[in-house]
Structure formats: C-alpha cells, structure tokens
C-alpha cells in the first residue's frame, strides 16, 4: 500500500458546486498535513496546512483530517473556473536522525485533476 | 519577491549528455529539496539537503548529484541522460523548525532526453 492514495479524477463540476477531495495515508506516525494547488505547466503552491486532526477553514477552503480513518480531504465552496487545477495532498514522512532532527520531507498524493465548468 | 527561481525552463538533451539543473532562493531557507513530477504522478524527491555542506538522498536518486555549497543555491546535476529522465523537475526550500513542511516551489524545468 502506498502511504499516500489519492484518487486522480479527472473531476469535472459546475462552477459554484461544492468540491471535496480526497486522500487516504497508511502512517499514522506522523501529524502535518498539506494541500497544495499546481496550474497546469506551474510549480506546486501551498493551499493549506494542518497540523494533526480536525478542520482548518480559509475562506472558500476547508481542510480536514480525520486520524481515525486516515483520511485528509479539501472542500471547496462555490467553485469557480479559477479552481482549475490538479490538486495534490501530501503528509509529513519518515524522519531521519542524522542531522539532529527531521528533514521535511513530504510524502505527495499523485494529484486530482480538477476543472470547474462557467 | 523572487522565492525560489530554476534554470533553464526548458531543456532537450541526447542520450547521453549532462547538464545542470539550477536552483536559487531569496528566504534564506535551510531545507531545499529536488523532486521530479512524472505525468500522472505525484512528486518523487530525488535529493534534500538541510544546509550548506549538507545533502542527502531521496527516494529516486540514482543518475543524479548535488552539491550545496551556499544557502541560496543547490543545483541538480544529470550525468550521462537518459530517457528515463524526462521529466519535470521541481526544485524547493522551506524554513527551519516546525515550519519545515511548508516548502515552496519553484515553476519547474521541463527536461526531454532524446
């Protein structure tokens, strides 16, 4: 099982819907979750950031962490075509000691391909 | 604001060939790291480094090096191409601390080996 399973549409909704996306991880050691939003032929821009479980909302963006399950998922309210984009969860990974602490290293979903139709 | 900035952003190499994938940031960030993307896939880390001096490797390291000899820069060297490395690759820092899984990318580099 990979760590991180993410389902990669593509989804296609009506500009205005709800949209919920969703990860599943299989390491639970580990607590800091991130959405990050990639533009067709851009780099990766963080969306949102959670620690541990819980909701976290930004404006039309809610981030959830459901520890029991194992489950990460973003809504968006009212989408709009500017939401066009693949988005791509990632998770803290595993840590290596050498330097006296953890390196950062994410471990990322392989991306939902998301379109919102005018 | 600059933020993390990669040169060229397009590149077609023949088998074979080398090349330098380059990579600078302006945050003073101690933690930079290459990924590739692969159509279809998530982003695959090929080498990290925690600061200057400092690198270690990733989950796809194989056919690549780094060196890190300054805070700003960590360039991406491709030895001997292969078209197994097309790709797209994506360079990026964060900051120390808890804050460390917050990176920040940089628009990519778009490779084709032929």
């Known amino acids: 099982q990979k760590e991180v399973e993410q389902d990669p549409g593509p989804l296609s909704v009506p500009e205005g819907a709800i949209v919920s996306l969703n990860c599943t991880y299989s390491n639970s050691a580990f607590q800091y979750f991130m959405w990050y939003r990639q533009y067709s032929r851009k780099g990766p821009e963080l969306l949102m950031y959670?620690?541990?479980?819980g909701n976290k909302e930004d404006g039309r963006f809610t981030a959830q962490v459901d520890k029991s399950s194992k489950y990460i998922s973003l809504f968006i309210r009212d989408s709009q075509p500017s939401d066009s984009a693949t988005y791509l969860c990632a998770k803290d990974g595993q840590r290596k000691k050498n330097y006296g602490g953890s390196q950062g290293n994410l471990i990322f979903g392989k991306g939902t391909k998301l379109s919102v139709k005018p | 604001n600059a933020g993390v900035t990669q040169t060229p952003k397009f590149r077609i190499l023949k088998i074979g060939q080398s090349m330098t994938l380059q990579c600078t940031q302006d945050m003073n960030h101690n933690y930079m790291y290459w990924y590739r993307q692969d159509p279809g896939m998530g982003l695959k880390l090929i080498y990290y480094s925690v600061g200057a001096g400092i690198t270690d490797k990733g989950e796809v390291p194989n056919g690549y090096n780094v060196s890190r000899s300054t805070t700003e820069d960590f360039p991406l060297r491709l030895e001997l191409a292969a078209p197994s490395q097309t790709s797209v690759y994506f360079c990026a820092s964060s900051p120390p601390g808890v804050a460390k899984n917050i990176q920040y990318f940089g628009a990519g580099t778009r490779l084709s080996v032929l």
């Open positions: 959670t620690y541990s479980s």
